[in-house]
């Protein structure tokens, strides 16, 4: 859980620091809104607006809604299999990292080639996102029991889905 909440810190920090140092709202500069295309004087903007959504806006920055998932646990059999969770809110996420569950071990996405973090893979585990939104988890048969926190995220967004499988 410590690591969730290291990632939530350096994302709010890389996104602070991308706004006001990359060429990011001046002060009394307004800057259109990527969303409305409204001009928004961001030095008036207080804390309190960024906690109420206006009308007709998804989010404010650095207040996306929770992810929405099909389903946030899954129990496999020794068998092992596959099953397929969908973000219900958001059209396109990635995959972070696999923990095994009450261990500070964790195995990372893979970047690929482009650097999307749509594979990944750990001893006895598989994800994969499949047409944007969709993930595709797949457990190995095996003796042995299994318990894993699979951590995703869509821009400031995160969840976790949790996977046990049983032993024989």
């Known amino acids: 859980m410590d690591r969730i909440k290291l990632l939530h810190i350096t994302a709010i920090i890389m996104a602070a620091m991308t706004v006001f140092s990359c060429g990011g709202a001046k002060k009394s500069q307004k800057q259109p809104d990527a969303e409305t295309g409204t001009a928004i004087d961001w030095e008036a903007v207080s804390d309190d607006d960024v ?56 195995f990372h996405a893979d970047p690929g080639r482009d650097n999307e973090y749509l594979t990944l893979d750990a001893p006895g585990f598989s994800a994969r996102i499949i047409d944007g939104n969709k993930v595709k988890i797949t457990i190995s048969p095996s003796e042995a029991k299994g318990d894993w926190l699979l951590h995703l995220e869509a821009g400031d967004a995160f969840t976790q889905i949790r996977i046990t499988k049983e032993g024989r």
């Not at 959504?53 to 020794?78: T, V, Y």
């Open 51 to 106: 906690k109420t959504i206006p009308p007709g806006r998804k989010h404010m920055q650095g207040n996306w809604p929770a992810i929405k998932l099909s389903m946030d646990e899954i129990a496999f059999g020794a068998e092992g299999g596959s099953v397929t969770v969908t973000c219900e809110n958001y059209g396109k996420w990635w995959l972070n990292d696999v923990q095994i569950y009450g261990t500070e071990k964790y």
